[in-house]
């Protein structure tokens, strides 16, 4: 069983089930993801090996508040004469008194407690001693007319007319207030590959004291204004409405006689955000309903089949007689329809799959929209507990795990300077006829923007920022609106500061994988204000077209122009290296095969072209034709990269050999910086990566695959 968006699950080690005529191993438990995991609860007892899993979860109360909850999945042994029965309920018992808080039981049990629940009570000892070791409760004792006849939870044999009820849920007297317990609808809960209906249970907890240490109050994220929307191309009349409001809203306001220069910008900033909120104009449309359900699978002939049996069934059951013989052949019949029916769902699930895949594939690669390509996550809250990084204890108080948090990414957020080392390439032939170049035709900055000309040469976000500031909505602004945005912009670009806090960024965090509490499973996403980024957007505008006339980036290097300092930083190092391997007889060189034969036939069969780096957004390749070479532009592009900050993630990087003339180790080593606290950077630190033959991974697609 695999996780899925809406319930990860839990598993156990697996292990074989003996004397058993079919291969059962493991026990998987699914948690929804709007219940808070705490931990996944190690089981050590060999006895249990295999057959429980534990999860401590929080659940949430009425008053706001939580406490944790042990949840155990348990596959109990089916054989009552076997050693390994006799010893998993004590082995369960002691693991079940060990835990500090209540907890719940759910799994096949294999056993009973009365006649009603099976044939035989020869296993109902074996429960009842456990329920009143652990002071436990089965919820199917709640249901005093239950039967095997009709709430049986596992098929029986071929020749009986019932089951057994050995799927139960007990869970522990403590804080336990009600709980009910049924078999779902037969017709659709049947579990695929066993012989076992689902069961359906709720419980209701009472949670303990406010004083206790398990009891934490849960804060539930408020929910900010709905957003304005953009009008479609049939509603382009409120655009004008849009225009009319703000210049009535500025009339009465006077912003635009307002100097930059000795009013806040955030004052100015938080006055125009009264008015372009318009929501007659931008009003979102209500929510008309979740996604649609896909279309039905076609599967004609077996549903005809179905629905035959079915009625075959019906007519038997208005007998006034019983025919056994009819109902177990029908019974048969309809079990094998059921398997056909399961084996085709798969198989057209899986070919729309792959048909797609293959369509939004194509469509990327035909420059078409690649937002498919990435699974959108459900909105996860905020931790409401967290493990302490240094002490791994699980932090509960509001305010501790408010400060864990704040801390935890300022650390990984601080931003050290740069170390201080010798640059030999700044003396490069590269860079000395870019200086030249560039003494020659100087780029002019700082100059006045022109903030219509920037915002209409890029899209519109797609995401809305958090000071409600979209790029559309500025470009919609009326002339005299425009100019007071114009105005703080030419001031910040001007004079070179950022004045008050309108450089600060908001920090959102999002949950990535694993569990909730453990903050190194957490990812975390700044959002800058408009006017913060609006001096970068115009800087790219004239830069971009200054540094394609002087050539500053190389052929071999792509990937995005933003950050404009990210990808002149990653130039400079690329030519770095082509000008260190010019005359190096070791560098790889792409010629034509008349060329290596000395026999061209045409003018471009002289051509040839040397490949030292090949650089495209966070992936990076450097070649070399013998493995001293490559360790050497390696090295030579760590000391390079560190003087500006930037460290290789060796964890992630992989080296290649194409063509080895004899068996390749499965990995070899690089040199590197030092990157320890009060150590020389310059002194030499040995990598070990994985080494792959005959392929080659450039932004994780394979290059020639076929």
């Not at 096949?108 to 074996?126: E, F, G, H, K, Y």
């Not at 070919?351 to 797609?356: D, H, L, N, T, V």
């Not at 490949?611 to 390079?640: G, K, Q, W």
């Not at 792959?692 to 076929?706: G, N, Q, Y």
């Amino acid at each position: 069983m695999s996780s899925t968006p809406e319930a990860p699950t839990h598993s156990s080690e697996d292990s074989k089930s003996d004397n058993h005529h079919l291969f059962k191993s493991g026990v998987v438990v699914g948690i929804r993801k709007n219940i808070q995991v705490a931990q996944h609860v190690s089981v050590t007892d060999s006895k249990l090996r295999g057959r429980v899993v534990a999860v401590d979860t929080i659940v949430p109360t009425t008053s706001s508040g939580g406490f944790t909850i042990r949840v155990f999945g348990v596959y109990a042994p089916w054989d009552p004469g076997s050693d390994e029965a006799r010893t998993f309920w004590p082995a369960l018992t002691t693991l079940v008194n060990s835990t500090t808080t209540p907890w719940t039981i759910a799994g096949d049990l294999n056993v009973t407690i009365s006649a009603m629940n099976a044939p035989t009570r020869q296993r109902s000892c074996d429960l009842l001693q456990f329920l009143h070791d652990v002071d436990g409760h089965d919820i199917w004792s709640n249901h005093p007319d239950r039967n095997r006849n009709n709430d049986w939870t596992s098929g029986a044999s071929a020749k009986a007319t019932s089951g057994n009820i050995i799927d139960r849920v007990v869970t522990s007297n403590r804080q336990y207030v009600d709980g009910e317990i049924s078999v779902a609808n037969r017709s659709q809960d049947f579990v695929p590959y066993t012989h076992h209906h689902a069961v359906v249970s709720r419980i209701i907890y009472t949670p303990p004291s406010a004083s206790g240490a398990t009891v934490f109050p849960i804060f539930h994220p408020t929910l900010n204004k709905a957003r304005i929307k953009f009008p479609s191309r049939t509603e382009k009349h409120r655009h004008d409405n849009f225009r009319d409001e703000i210049n009535a809203h500025l009339d009465l306001s006077n912003l635009g006689d307002v100097d930059p220069s000795s009013s806040p910008p955030r004052e100015v900033v938080r006055t125009f955000h009264h008015k372009p909120q318009d929501r007659e104009n931008h009003r979102l449309p209500p929510f008309t309903g979740g996604a649609s359900a896909p279309s039905a699978i076609p599967r004609p002939p077996i549903i005809w089949r179905f629905q035959r049996y079915n009625r075959i069934l019906e007519a038997y059951n208005t007998l006034p007689t019983s025919n056994i013989t009819l109902l177990q052949y029908a019974s048969l019949e309809r079990r094998k329809i059921y398997r056909e029916l399961f084996a085709a769902c798969i198989t057209e699930i899986q070919a729309r799959r792959e048909q797609s895949d293959c369509y939004r594939i194509t469509t990327a690669l035909k420059s078409g929209s690649t937002k498919h390509l990435v699974n959108p996550g459900e909105f996860v809250d905020l931790p409401i507990a967290v493990n302490h990084p240094c002490t791994g204890l699980l932090i509960s108080k509001p305010e501790q795990v408010k400060e864990i948090t704040r801390q935890y990414w300022s650390d990984l957020y601080q931003h050290e300077p740069d170390p201080v080392i010798a640059k030999p390439w700044l003396t490069t032939k590269f860079v000395t006829n870019i200086k030249a170049c560039v003494q020659t035709d100087p780029f002019l900055w700082p100059r006045p923007a022109s903030l219509p000309c920037t915002i209409t040469q890029r899209h519109r976000p797609s995401c809305p920022r958090l000071n409600q500031w979209e790029k559309w909505v500025v470009k919609n602004l009326p002339d005299c609106a425009l100019q007071i945005i114009l105005k703080l912009h030419d001031h910040i670009i001007m004079n070179a500061t950022f004045p008050g806090d309108l450089k600060d960024m908001w920090l959102t965090m999002f949950h990535k994988r694993g569990l909730r509490t453990d903050l190194t499973n957490w990812r975390g996403l700044l959002i800058s204000n408009f006017l913060a980024n609006s001096p970068i957007s115009w800087l790219n505008y004239n830069l971009v077209p200054y540094i394609a006339r002087l050539r500053i980036l190389p052929d071999t290097q792509g990937g995005s122009l933003s950050p404009i300092k990210s990808t002149l930083t990653t130039s400079l190092g690329h030519h770095y290296l082509n000008d260190l391997n010019a005359a190096n007889p070791e560098t790889l060189t792409i010629t034509s095969g008349q060329l290596r034969s000395s026999d061209p036939h045409l003018v471009d069969d002289n051509l040839h072209t040397k490949v030292v780096m090949v650089e495209a957004t966070d992936d990076s390749y450097i070649f070399a034709c013998t493995l001293p070479a490559l360790r050497r532009n390696i090295l030579a592009m760590e000391h390079f990269q560190f003087a500006y900050g930037w460290l290789t993630q060796w964890i992630k990087s992989m080296a290649y050999v194409i063509g080895p003339t004899s068996e390749p180790p499965d990995s070899v080593t690089f040199d590197s910086i030092t990157n320890k606290p009060g150590a020389n950077p310059l002194i030499i630190t040995t990598r070990q990566v994985a080494l792959r033959t005959d392929e080659l991974d450039f932004l994780r697609t394979k290059v020639d695959d076929p």
